[in-house]
């Protein structure tokens, strides 16, 4: 099972311009999904502390899915650029620092997603030379690697065996490790944005998704989806 994390990056220039400000200013965050679900959590309680430390002299502003546009790459063209300087990123990030494909990988992390979170905001890990400039390179800082929890698939017909996945056209991340992985199961990978799947779930031009269990539920695809697949049991 794929355990799907969140690298939250900042522009090298925000996060100077940032710390050497002392007046009231706004930072401005953008998300990859929608109010109610994870990443909007994790963003509402960094807004609280950030305001409370800086006794209301910084205010966060929340940019959820839609509020920039809906293409992954404007928003992270828009956090490399300083436009947006705070944003997360998951796996379509993929195409703008191709390192990132390796929090793609599946059954490579511990099933205890506290224990994943150590690991992975681990010094050793986080803050390698390694990991650190091949976001640098790009305009990027990854501050925080955060887990959604584990991805589940859905289909409209039961999976019980690799064969049950042949020609499979399933809804995968624009990431070409995600795309070769799920060749490799057989399936027929495609890459549809976020705010258009449910329609092509509904409307059969995608016959399956992969999610964290929250996004099924948040975006509503159980609506158009019959069986929901833990790749793990």
Not at 51 to 75: F, H, M, N, Q, R
Not at 163 to 191: C, F, K, W
């Amino acid at each position: 099972m794929q355990l799907r994390n969140i690298v939250l990056s900042i522009t090298a220039l925000g996060l100077v311009g940032v710390a050497s400000t002392a007046s009231a200013d706004t930072w401005r965050f953008g998300l990859e999904e929608t109010e109610g679900s994870v990443q909007y959590g994790y963003a509402e309680e960094f807004k609280k502390l950030i305001e409370e430390k800086s006794d209301g002299d910084i205010t966060v502003e929340l940019l959820p899915y839609g509020s920039w546009g809906s293409s992954y790459s404007a928003l992270y063209d828009a956090i490399q650029s300083g436009a947006i300087p705070l944003g997360f990123g998951s796996g379509f990030l993929g195409g703008t620092v191709p390192e990132s494909q390796l929090m793609s990988l599946n059954f490579v992390m511990p099933n205890d997603q506290l224990e994943t979170a150590e690991i992975l905001n681990s010094d050793d890990f986080l803050k390698s030379d390694a990991w650190q400039e091949s976001f640098r390179e790009r305009g990027l800082v990854p501050l925080a690697t955060l887990p959604e929890g584990y991805q589940v698939w859905t289909a409209n017909k039961e999976i019980r065996t690799p064969e049950d996945m042949e020609n499979l056209q399933i809804r995968v991340m624009d990431n070409s490790l995600l795309r070769s992985t799920y060749e490799a199961y057989g399936t027929s990978p495609i890459t549809i944005a976020y705010g258009e799947l449910y329609s092509a779930l509904q409307q059969g031009q995608a016959e399956g998704n992969i999610q964290p269990v929250f996004a099924h539920e948040n975006m509503g695809f159980y609506e158009v989806q019959d069986y929901m697949i833990f790749a793990d049991q």
